[in-house]
């Protein structure tokens, strides 16, 4: 698996101390299932208008995923699940969803706010 620090600069991860501390909790709170950071990307589609560029994300054996997921309430197919099915506790779904603020079962189109803002404003 990738080291996280070294998918951003240490400028981004010096200027996200909150992924840091999100990261730690979810370690703390289950230490059983790998946690790393992941960039926004794609899942800007999914996203509301205050997601971080950098997202912490888990893993899930079951998916053969080692990273990158960060709704804990959608499936990998962005179908609506309760956390259980990742085995997170609901203290921690919500926790990551507050940080995150990635939802793709609530944009199953890729209509997010996030990624509309950025398709009004055109090429950067």
């Not at 950071?37 to 995923?65: M, N, R, T």
């Not at 804990?72 to 940080?99: K, M, R, T």
């Amino acid at each position: 698996m990738t080291n996280p620090d070294e998918q951003f600069s240490p400028e981004q991860l010096e200027a996200t101390p909150k992924a840091r501390e999100v990261l730690q909790l979810m370690q703390k709170m289950h230490p059983e299932i790998t946690w790393t950071f992941f960039p926004l990307g794609d899942y800007d589609q999914s996203a509301e208008l205050d997601a971080p560029d950098v997202q912490v994300s888990f893993g899930s054996e079951h998916e053969q995923l080692d990273m990158g997921l960060v709704d804990p309430y959608s499936d990998i197919f962005g179908v609506a699940c309760e956390p259980s099915h990742w085995n997170l506790s609901e203290e921690a779904a919500q926790i990551l969803v507050a940080y995150n603020r990635v939802f793709l079962s609530k944009y199953p189109c890729f209509d997010g706010p996030r990624y509309l803002a950025i398709q009004a404003s055109g090429p950067v």
